[in-house]
């Protein structure tokens, strides 16, 4: 039992108590920047943001080392609300901004944070080419099947038929599967996550900044504000489940059979090893002067 | 001694070995000590059909156009050498295969009927001779340089050299086409008379020895290498993928990387990455591929990042005349995409300035931090010619100014405003020196906001830098032919200006008042000196390669004033004798 908080202060006593343990033992606030995010209450993206800097602290990763770039939309506004080194790009084109930070710079930890309408539509051009180069950089794809802050237009990953305010009739075109598209691009490390398991996000995204290579994480994020009938909360608890035990992570088969499961699975897909794009590029200059 | 001042064109079908054989006449030319200068023209289409024509301007003194006749014309392809023939000069001496392997069946298909009567007319059986020495026909380029040698007493040692230096990499095929090409000296030592007066002796070596052949191409390409460049990613495209291909191979020696990507938006999107977070990085494309990377020039101004773009510019719009040179993109280069865009716009107009004005773009971008786009064209990129280059000056490799850490524990801006309208730099890397850069504007916090007073401030900052780099950094136009007032002043930009000051000097040297102006940056340029070049002539003309007279209308946007044009859609070069041409036309119009 805690004894009675001194009248007056209870909440003071209880915030300093809470900012401690983010500090010390959370590490929070070295990557918190003073600005707070702008996204709706409920919405799933905080749980992102909680999962990296628990991440980021638990892999000691200092916040000048990290760089984070994102395109435009909800999730654009990712790196305004971390303390490290921020590139918000142009719709679409995290990938590309980010492949060539990290060409250039190895030894930063480098995020690209992308939407569905960003990394799906506008930018998806730029995917199978991330993917086949494989850089060694997490890519964290924020779906929650609308357009956000463009309030409720339909994405490459809104149901067939669904009503929105672009399509009043039915979205006539069929969604992406971003998880199956990452597989057959060729990504050494595909996972999915969704934002009412924020711990095994956090998990997944531990394993992704581990690995060398192009780390995509199919993130999926009920719209709270513009969605009101299908990524909700209460359909993604019943429809998403574990990846079953004996999945095996190694087998790029049996991950393309799970990802087209009608089956919402969460979890790691897939994982393989290959040179990244700058062990090869930098391997040019020793080769060239041999010759 | 006679000064020598010629133009030797091939001209035949795509396949025929055309281009090849001008580059090795080129090369040899250097080797001898020639000034040269030489373009190739060319079809779209690797194989099957269209005409090749090379052209090499040779003269004892430095050249800086073509000069559009013909003294020497090599004909591997009679169909197509006739369309020549309204270029050749009255006394044109025209070398061609009298013994072709299709037989020209009407007299009117054989280039010997159809020469003035002051033209000599040599012939050689390239293709016969081509297969005697070497079993086939394909070496038939190689015959009629030798025809050619012997006739015009080249130096036949600097030929085989230059011969080694383009077939190094495949050594089995230089005693193959060593053997044609003797075959055509020998032909012609045997059995042809000479009739002409031109010569190519060269006696004594002259100072050129200390001059490189380069294309605008491989300029750039080394200007890139000699100011530290460390990413060049981008997309194959006419006229620029040789830029690319040279720096895959070279980059990497010098700790750099080439990124051949999937579109011209990843292009400068990689570069933008690379160079956010602190290397000097660049890319190159072609008017179409500009357009693509429109968005970015916009980011890479708001974001405040340094990258350097080349546009090699061909015929456009769209897809174009991929072949053909134009000099069509200085509006885009200037306005391409939304909101006040302000950014640094240089057109350099030969292959030394490729070389010193893409290190030096790479050292104003980093500076400033603000995007460059240099502006060449496709006769700029592919023309070979003699150059020294000019070395880089070591303080251009670093131009960043880093806070100290006792500056940045003190709390660090990003976005400050200053005076110079530079902010304050920081590198990922740098402890306290966090920042968050976006296509959105910010506040001097980092934060994106849209009010007025922040909006007109930061919009501000950004012509500011402008101004200060105007200041600090960028040359003043020059003035070239008669000095004090003039009846006529030229004004032209990039590769025209070559033929602009050729063509003023012969006018000049001829007694007419005629000055010329030689602008190298065109955005922000200085005023004072184009405003007194303008009150100094009576008459202003602005030669250029587009139809809508875009550098006339740029400089009519800051000084009230009437240009004479003279615009040519004509997918080639402008020659010096076109536009002396026009300088006596508008000259004897008097008003």
């Given at each position: 039992m805690s004894p009675e908080p001194p009248i007056g202060k209870p909440e003071l006593f209880y915030e300093e108590e809470e900012i401690a343990h983010a500090r010390q033992v959370r590490g929070v606030l070295d990557y918190r920047s003073e600005r707070l995010p702008t996204w709706c209450p409920g919405c799933g993206y905080f749980g992102v943001e909680t999962a990296l800097f628990d991440t980021l602290h638990e892999l000691k990763i200092p916040a000048k080392d990290t760089v984070v770039v994102s395109g435009i939309g909800c999730v654009g506004r990712f790196p305004f609300f971390m303390k490290c080194y921020g590139i918000h790009a142009l719709h679409g084109r995290a990938l590309p901004v980010a492949t060539g930070a990290k060409l250039v710079r190895p030894e930063l930890t480098v995020f690209a944070m992308v939407g569905d309408g960003d990394g799906l539509g506008i930018g998806a051009g730029h995917f199978p080419h991330a993917a086949r180069r494989n850089p060694d950089l997490t890519c964290i794809l924020f779906d929650n099947n609308i357009y956000g802050l463009t309030k409720g237009q339909t994405s490459p990953t809104t149901p067939h038929l669904q009503v929105t305010n672009s399509h009043p009739y039915g979205n006539p075109d069929n969604p992406l599967n971003a998880v199956l598209m990452a597989l057959v691009y060729g990504a050494t490390f595909v996972a999915r996550g969704w934002a009412g398991r924020p711990k095994d996000l956090q998990l997944l995204i531990a394993e992704a900044v581990k690995h060398r290579g192009f780390s995509f994480i199919h993130f999926l994020s009920p719209c709270v504000t513009f969605d009101k009938v299908n990524l909700l909360y209460s359909n993604l608890e019943q429809q998403t489940q574990p990846l079953p035990k004996r999945h095996d992570y190694t087998n790029l088969e049996q991950a393309i059979a799970r990802a087209r499961d009608p089956e919402l699975f969460v979890g790691l897909f897939y994982r393989t090893e290959r040179p990244t794009y700058a062990d090869q590029m930098h391997s040019y200059g020793e080769r060239g002067e041999k010759s | 001694m006679r000064k020598i001042d010629l133009t030797v064109e091939i001209c035949g079908s795509a396949g025929d070995g055309t281009l090849a054989a001008g580059e090795i006449l080129t090369t040899t030319l250097a080797f001898q000590g020639f000034h040269v200068l030489s373009f190739d023209s060319y079809p779209a289409e690797i194989r099957g059909f269209g005409k090749c024509v090379a052209h090499v301007r040779v003269s004892d003194q430095p050249v800086h156009s073509l000069s559009g006749t013909v003294d020497i014309l090599i004909s591997l392809d009679d169909s197509y050498s006739i369309q020549q023939l309204p270029t050749l000069q009255p006394e044109a001496v025209v070398l061609f295969d009298n013994q072709p392997l299709a037989p020209v069946l009407e007299e009117d298909q054989c280039i010997a009927g159809h020469l003035g009567p002051g033209m000599i007319l040599y012939g050689a059986p390239f293709h016969e001779l081509s297969q005697q020495a070497t079993a086939s026909g394909r070496s038939r380029n190689l015959v009629a340089l030798g025809a050619f040698a012997a006739l015009f007493e080249m130096n036949l040692e600097k030929f085989l050299e230059s011969l080694r230096q383009k077939f190094k990499r495949k050594p089995r095929v230089v005693d193959e086409v060593a053997a044609a090409f003797n075959a055509g000296v020998d032909y012609v030592a045997g059995n042809v008379l000479k009739l002409d007066e031109f010569s190519f002796r060269r006696d004594q070596e002259s100072e050129t020895a200390a001059y490189e052949l380069l294309t605008g191409n491989e300029a750039a390409a080394r200007g890139a290498i000699d100011a530290g460049c460390k990413l060049y990613a981008g997309y194959p495209i006419t006229p620029t993928t040789k830029i690319m291909e040279i720096l895959s191979e070279e980059l990497p020696r010098h700790g750099g990387i080439v990124a051949q990507v999937e579109d011209e938006i990843s292009a400068i999107g990689m570069v933008s990455g690379a160079a956010a977070v602190g290397v000097r990085a660049m890319t190159g494309t072609s008017g179409p591929g500009l357009c693509l990377m429109t968005e970015f020039i916009g980011w890479d101004i708001m974001a405040e990042v340094p990258v350097v773009i080349i546009d090699s510019q061909r015929g456009g719009p769209a897809t174009g005349l991929p072949t053909k040179t134009e000099q069509s993109d200085l509006y885009m280069a200037l306005f391409a995409g939304n909101g006040d865009a302000p950014r640094i716009v240089v057109a350099p107009t030969n292959a030394g300035e490729c070389h010193y004005w893409v290190a030096e773009a790479l050292y104003l971008a980093e500076k400033f931090q603000v995007p460059v786009i240099i502006l060449m064209d496709l006769f700029l990129s592919n023309r070979n010619e003699n150059v020294i280059l000019k070395p880089v000056p070591q303080e251009k490799l670093r131009a960043n100014l880093f806070p100290t850490p006792e500056e940045l524990a003190k709390g660090y801006l990003r976005q400050a405003l200053s005076e110079r309208g530079v902010s304050p730099r920081t590198l990922p890397g740098?402890?306290?020196?966090y920042w968050v850069i976006s296509g959105l504007e910010q506040d001097i916090y980092g934060t994106p906001v849209y009010d007025a007073k922040n909006h007109t401030n930061m919009t501000e900052k950004r012509f500011t830098k402008l101004k200060t780099a105007l200041a600090e950094d960028i040359p003043p136009a020059t003035r070239f032919g008669c000095e004090g007032k003039a009846d006529l002043g030229v004004m032209s930009w990039g590769s025209t200006t070559g033929a602009a000051i050729e063509a003023v000097e012969r006018a000049a040297a001829e007694g007419r008042k005629v000055a010329g102006l030689k602008q190298l940056v065109l955005n922000p340029f200085h005023r004072e000196p184009v405003a007194r070049f303008l009150d100094d002539c009576k008459q202003v003309l602005v030669p250029e390669l587009n139809r809508g007279g875009q550098f006339a209308h740029w400089m009519g946007m800051h000084f009230s004033r009437e240009f004479l044009r003279m615009n040519q859609v004509t997918a080639r070069p402008i020659t010096h004798t076109e536009i002396y041409n026009e300088i006596r036309k508008v000259l004897e119009q008097k008003p």
């Open positions: - | 740098t402890e306290n020196g």
